[in-house]
């Protein structure tokens, strides 16, 4: 997926998948079979950056998810 930083200051991103359970953090997160690469970067003023999602089967999806 393509971000873009329209402000005039740069940002650092994190990314991650979760359960939508928002106290999960990215530590606990590893249940999830999809991966976000990079996981952390900085984004320039008027800047873009591909975030790719990549699908890891060896990951179960927890029953009632």
């Known amino acids: 997926m ?3 930083n ?3 200051i740069p940002y650092i991103v994190q990314t991650w998948f979760d359960d939508g359970d928002m106290n999960t953090s990215p530590e606990n997160s590893s249940a ?3 991966i976000a690469t990079p996981p952390v970067f900085r ?3 008027k800047a873009g ?3 790719r999602v990549i699908y890891n089967n060896t990951k179960k999806i927890a029953a009632g998810s």
């Open 49 to 51: 950056q591909v975030v």
């Open 2 to 4: 393509q971000l873009k």
């Open 32 to 34: 999830m079979p999809f």
């Open 6 to 8: 329209n402000d005039a």
């Open 43 to 45: 984004i320039q003023p």
